[in-house]
């Protein structure tokens, strides 16, 4: 049997879960945003129904390009987001977003990423969604001011 | 005033979270480096679950990032909303400084 592991990854934002779930389904708005550091996301395409399919493109600072496909399996607007997650050809685990107000114009956004295979992939995706929720936060206080 | 209403709870939050002071030694810790609730409740004798709840009222106020790997839970300090609380701080410390450099002036005018 294959390890299954998880990971939660917590931050409060500044904005209203609307918002950032917008952020987080908008093609445009996720390639503002979107990434580890050193990861710049070149190109990212979202058909936002049950069932729909995603893509995101992750270049690297060598260049090269890894994509995260996947499809949703449960969409709740504005608060809850759930989407199968594979890197290229690596086994699919599964990813439940959640936008939860905790004050007026704040939200709690928690990612859970469970069905990890291994320690090392897990220790580098809690990098990855922390890099990704602080990219997030970047981003909400950039189009507060604008 | 309408328009400052969400930035007064955030602000209300984040004093109200740091209105305690075993909050404020767990903020003064996590501003060394990111560390465990372990870690956390070591110097504090403290039990997981009392760290872990002082933990979440500061998370919820946007002072704590916490990330959870199977029974290691990891906590940040997220930077950008103590910032808040200081850019406050920072208009009325501005108004005491040329308060107080124009009473000075005042008191003692220059010879």
Redesign the interface.
Known sequence: MTAS??????????AHPTKLFEAWTTPALLRAWWGPRNVRCIEADVDLRVGGAYRIGNQLPDGRVLWITGAFELIERPNKLVYSWQISNEPTSRVTVRFEP?????T?VTVYHERIGSIAV??DH?AG??DC?QGL??WA?AARAS | MKSSTAQDDRLDDLFGALADRTRRRLVARLAKSPATISELAQPFDMSFPAVSKHIRVLERAGLVVRTIQGRVHNCALDADHLRDATEWLDRYRTFWDDTLAALAEFAEPST
């Open positions: 592991l998880a990971l939660t990854v917590r931050r409060v934002i500044a905790v004050e007026l114009g704040s709690e897990r220790d809690s969604w922390t929720l936060a970047a206080v």
